[in-house]
């Protein structure tokens, strides 16, 4: 029977070769796993350490049963179900708490945050300065045993 590939998946994550994290080696390799005969419960709650999740394509996938894929899990139950001309409304009248479990359990804070660390609501309350610097501040990278990335932000003021 031809076939088109073969999904690795976790197996080359986790790979001497891999570039993943060693902490996200160790995560992933420290999740139990279930037996096929439960897996199913990955669909319902954590499982074996698994939880299984809808990608942004819409399908099922099966990730580590981290903070951030906890959050995901809840906004699937909550805000994802919901018909799209719903949403919105939900997530007004849920912003504060989205907010806070955002920059709490997920990799991708919220954005809108001014100059002394203040969270607020939309980048409308940002000036500026603090937009460019808060872009700066989440996209420029240091790597270990490298040399710094270093990014000086000149700000001008008119006289």
Same mark, same amino acid.
């Not at 070769?17 to 160790?26: G, N």
């Not at 390799?29 to 350490?49: H, L």
């Given at each position: 029977m031809p076939f088109d590939g073969v999904l690795f998946a976790s197996r080359v994550m986790v790979a001497?070769?891999?570039?993943?994290?060693?902490?996200? $080696?160790?995560? @992933?390799v420290a999740a139990s796993g279930v037996?096929?005969? $439960?897996?199913?419960?990955?669909?319902?709650?954590?499982?074996?350490?698994?939880?299984?999740?809808?990608?942004?394509?819409?399908?099922? @996938?099966?990730k580590v049963a981290t903070r951030g894929v906890k959050l995901? $899990?809840?906004?699937?139950?909550?805000?994802f179900k919901l018909p799209k001309e719903k949403r919105a409304a939900w997530l007004a009248q849920n912003k504060d708490m989205v907010i806070e479990k955002l920059n709490r359990d997920f990799a991708k804070p919220w954005f809108a945050q001014k100059g002394d660390g203040r969270v607020v609501g939309d980048i409308a309350d940002m000036t500026y300065e603090e937009v460019v610097r808060r872009m700066v501040r989440l996209i420029a990278l240091c790597w270990r045993r490298r040399s710094s990335i270093g990014i000086r932000l000149a700000v001008f003021h008119r006289a």
């Amino acid at each position: 029977m031809p076939f088109d590939g073969v999904l690795f998946a976790s197996r080359v994550m986790v790979a001497k070769e891999a570039h993943t994290s060693k902490s996200v $080696k160790d995560l @992933i390799v420290a999740a139990s796993g279930v037996d096929d005969s $439960k897996w199913e419960g990955t669909y319902a709650k954590e499982t074996g350490g698994i939880l299984t999740v809808q990608s942004e394509l819409g399908e099922p @996938i099966h990730k580590v049963a981290t903070r951030g894929v906890k959050l995901w $899990k809840e906004f699937d139950d909550t805000v994802f179900k919901l018909p799209k001309e719903k949403r919105a409304a939900w997530l007004a009248q849920n912003k504060d708490m989205v907010i806070e479990k955002l920059n709490r359990d997920f990799a991708k804070p919220w954005f809108a945050q001014k100059g002394d660390g203040r969270v607020v609501g939309d980048i409308a309350d940002m000036t500026y300065e603090e937009v460019v610097r808060r872009m700066v501040r989440l996209i420029a990278l240091c790597w270990r045993r490298r040399s710094s990335i270093g990014i000086r932000l000149a700000v001008f003021h008119r006289a």
